[in-house]
């Protein structure tokens, strides 16, 4: 049995300022054929994982490009056909294979495609009409028609923060083995939930709802279950959350199934809602607690659903009350850090903070602040996987201390403070730049968390973004989306 593998994939947030060309991508990481010759990381991970199991089973392995980048804009055209015909020519040069596993993300948008996803696979298929084609999928895809039809299993992730990656990748290989041997014939139908909203893993009702959709798989010819949460802030005709089901030969219950999952999730709407939450009366909130540290969670601001990580909005409004005891981070400003790295350790000099991207950042903040530490190849821990944070350092202000980086990233884990020298139980505020996966790392040191919904790039108001292909037909934009 002969196992091709490859990953493409990036997040396209439709209204980021940020374009997605090489240098996203190289930023990073782009390995040609050889990315499991590397320690594992996030992005690589579940070609490892693939690798591991097919040489276990005694196959041979063509590993083809792993090109990932963060969330942005549209896709520069030129790049994705390049890195997508590189795909193709590597599967073209070292077929027949048997099985075809692709890590992908399922929201890639570039200039003249609206479905990357469907594009590779659909042009994968031409190539090995034959073969096991499995794509392991981010939940906040689109999940299309030509992702559909053209693949034989799609298995996206379950737990949002992401942190189950290995798992999934486990899951996808283990399908494909036994539809290759013969064992299963898988069969994908899909549910339109009509509905848009950020739905975390880590609490009820969503915890409750991923433990029973888990445990049904294996059972009664069921062989996935999945939820596409789809991705908000993606202009794209399929915007949305779907119920997926993939059943061992029988269409009939694969469309039960998946009707009947992704109807009890919308049941659900209401209670996975969360409250929207400005600024001031986040503060205010933060504020009257006794205890810390208490977590705030500038929301829109999330490189991970490509805003630039830059915004000044929640800073200002903490240095205008005079407060203090706070830490806060990731913001994304090279410019900054490279002057604070040659002012060195020590040095108090005046710098323009942040507010450089576009409206969404704000006004660039001039403070005065402390070089208290610089650190080269950072990196801080998602679930089990290392996540780059490149040049860091760490600034002092008027009661406030700030960590500025150089690779756009969010924050993920305690550790992007801590390596630097912060010891986090010593502050009564954190305040990080994460929609939703900083709840793996940071929850369990908060005394309190507080999501916000800031100004930015990825607001949370899903009744009024302003979508130009997407209809309106899904809740909370509309009360009755079915109708």
Known sequence: MKVFIAGLSTETNSFSPLPTGMLSFEEAAIHHGNATSDPIQYWTS????????????????????????????????????GFRDEILHDLEQHGPVEIVLLALHGAMIADGYDDCEGDLIEKCRAICPDAII????????HLTDIMMTKADLLVPFKEYPHVDI????????????????????????????????????????????????????????????????????????????????????????????????????????????????????????????????????????????GA?????????????????????GIFWDPIAVRICREAGEGATLPLRLGGKCGPMSGDPLDLVVTVKRCLSGASQMFGTLPVPMGETVWLQCEGIDIIVNDIRTQTFHPQAFEQLGISLADYKYICVKSSNHYQAGFNPIASKVIPVATPGAITPDFANIPYTKRKPNYWPKSEDPFA
């Not at 591991?52 to 063509?62: D, H, I, P, T």
């Not at 630039?308 to 806060?328: C, G, Q, Y």
Request: aromatic share 4%.
């Open 308 to 328: 630039p990580s830059d915004s000044t909005f929640m800073l200002k409004a903490m240095l205008d009350r005079n407060m203090t005891s706070v830490a806060t």
């Open 134 to 141: 499995g794509g392991l999928l981010d939940p906040h895809c």
């Open 166 to 305: 290995p798992e999934r990748a486990d899951d996808l290989f283990r399908l494909a083995r036994e539809t290759a041997l013969g064992h299963v014939k898988p069969v994908m139908r899909d549910y339109d939930c009509k509905m848009i909203l950020a739905m975390p893993t880590p609490h009820a009702p969503m915890r409750g709802f991923v433990d029973e959709m888990s445990a049904r798989e294996g059972k009664e010819g069921i062989l996935s279950l999945s939820i596409a949460h789809g991705f908000p802030w993606g202009d794209h005709p399929r915007t949305g959350t779907r119920a997926l089901a993939i059943c061992d030969g029988d269409a009939v219950q694969a469309t039960a199934v998946a009707t009947d999952l992704g109807q009890r999730l919308y049941a659900l709407r209401h209670e996975i809602l969360s409250e929207n939450i400005d600024i001031e009366t986040a503060l205010d909130r933060a504020e009257a607690e006794q205890n810390g540290p208490v977590v705030l969670a500038d929301m829109s601001d999330n490189a991970g659903g």
């Open 46 to 81: 579940p070609l490892h994982v693939w690798r591991r199991l097919a040489e276990a089973e005694g196959w041979s392995v063509v590993e083809s490009l792993s090109a990932h980048a963060q969330p942005a804009g549209p896709t520069v055209k030129k790049v994705y056909e």
